[in-house]
């Protein structure tokens, strides 16, 4: 057994990746928060920026934003907004005071404290495929987000290391009355994974109903809750210029117990948002800026997040286009306004891809290399997505894995480190002109941990990949996705935290859950 242990923990090359790929058991990076340690990508300059900003502002100070929520209305008008119905202007000394008390970095501690994350600074994390209500596998293609397939996406997400938060619901289970769903959607999400958990902002009952879920899973008593940062929300605008009123409020309930919120415009250049790419980022920020106001004005010092999801439609047919040229630089020029602004960011890994081929993924790859470029702190939808939003895949979900598991390691030190032992200059001489590596004892001392060690990627030359059955890749990832379901193993939670979990969710349920109009 010993034998075999160490075998396992040598494996690597060839070699180690047949291993890995005859067994259940992946061979993934170990659970830990990344730290970017680029520097930003900065397209602009310093005017840029100055120009972005006082466009902005201009959009809040002449236009303003409709706050379709009476509340929020209020609120502004006591802080000396300019009210017009629900047209809302504010002016540019306003919204910098308001974000001076907005904190650059906060944590979110989940069930689990190991499972912490910083959210801000050099710290990024990816976020699983949140929302389409389709999912779509080798199997079973294209079909209706359901219960099971909810639950499976929650399996995945616990599994992977390379995930840090359990965000929205991965496919729409339908299958479940929109009434209780968010009962049973965050029972199986706080005990099928022990990660930062995610609220939809879609009414004061299901906003309520998730904080105490994720109060009672942890044990906490009011107070302890609310003292720091144990989930969050994300909400976006109704691009253009406007905030609609379940997000609005959602956002401030979870403000007024110190809970995160990522306030994320969804601005598509040439449909919701100007052709040109700094006017659909003004147009961005002015909507973003305006949430994150409102919030620090009703609790100052609040967590938030700025996010930007600018990307440019295809002219021809109107559909989204993800992953683009254009969506790069939006990115890293919200990046860069977010530093200006002091925010933390928020991005995503997207593609308009409807399988996943190749176009998903150097769509996806784009995407989230924008995220590292841009200094993103939270990368939604890092792993599934597919058509836009509209499709989760497994098979995705495994191959973007791959993708951030090659991200974290390119941010670890050994990729460049100068050290005397790092530099090698008594292997160089010992192996001298025409020698090979392969055999000195600085590759034999450093081989095992040398390189990254891929769980989907087959690195087998042409002859060997076909004698071994000719897979490709979405087959491979579709044998992982497989794997993990047969050998997953919930985390561990404390029998009176779950037994009061059951509680609530079937008092809830009694009651009738949250009010629909169907």
Known sequence: ?????????????????????????????????????DRPTEPLDGDGVQAIHRGAMRILREIGIEFLNPEAVEHLRRAGCKITGTNVRMDEDFVMEML???????????????????????????????????SWDLERGKRSGDFATFQEFMKLTQYFNCIHIAGGYPVEP??????????DC??????????????YSLGRERVEDVMEMTRLAAGLSHSEFDEKPRMYTNINSVSPLKHDFPMLDGAMRLALRNQAVVVTPFTLAGAMAPVTMSGAVTLSLAEGLAAVALLQFIRPGCPVAIGTFTSNVDMKSGAPAFGTPEYMRA?????????????????????AANVPDGQAMWETSNSLWAAVQSGTNMVYHAAGWLEGGLIASPEKFVMDCEVLQMIQRYFEQPTWATTDDDIAFDAIKDVGPGGHYFGCAHTQERYTNAFYAPIVSDWRNYEAWQLDGSVWTAERAHRIYKAILEEFVPPTMADDHRGALQEFVARRKQEGGAPTDF
């Not at 989940?110 to 949140?130: D, H, K, L, T």
């Not at 990115?331 to 925010?343: E, I, P, S, V, W």
């Open 1 to 37: 057994m010993a034998d075999d242990a160490a075998r396992k923990r040598r494996s690597g090359g060839r070699a180690g990746h047949r291993d890995r790929a005859g067994s259940a058991v992946i061979d993934q990076m170990p659970w830990r928060q990344p730290q970017n340690p």
């Open 174 to 183: 339908i299958d479940i009355h929109a009434s209780v769903r968010h009962l």
């Open 331 to 351: 990115t890293q020029m919200t990046g860069q306004m977010a530093r200006f602004y002091g925010l933390p960011l928020r991005s995503s890994g997207v593609c």
């Open 186 to 199: 965050l029972y199986e999400k706080l005990t099928l994974t022990d990660k930062v958990v995610h609220a």
């Open 100 to 134: 001076s008390h907005a904190p650059a970095q906060f944590t979110i501690t989940p069930r689990n404290p190991a499972r912490e994350i910083i959210i801000g600074g050099r710290y990024m994390s990816f976020v699983n495929v949140s929302s389409p209500p389709n």
